[in-house]
């Protein structure tokens, strides 16, 4: 298991777009001030594997979605919603900041 507090996850995050660099996506707790932007995409984590997310929908509304998460051995974090698979690679993780790989 790579080095760090996998109870950092256990909140939720929301994508720092102004953050990203190529390769990386930078999230931020769901309390973070963000600058203005048109809409954000954010997931919750919760203690027992279940994912809430959302984010912009084809009308600009929030659309939210649930789903399950789990952490691999390997550092991937798997998120399944509405059937739909999908991977991150953790890079950091701390109370206040997770960066994971494109």
Known sequence: MPDFDTAALLQRWTHSHEEDTPGRMVFRPGGWRFPPSRGRRSFELGPDGALLASGPGPTDKT??????????????????????PSELRLVEVAADKLVVER
């Open 63 to 84: 659309v939210v979605t649930d789903g399950r998460w789990r952490l691999r051995e390997d550092g991937v974090l798997e998120l399944e919603q509405q059937g739909r």
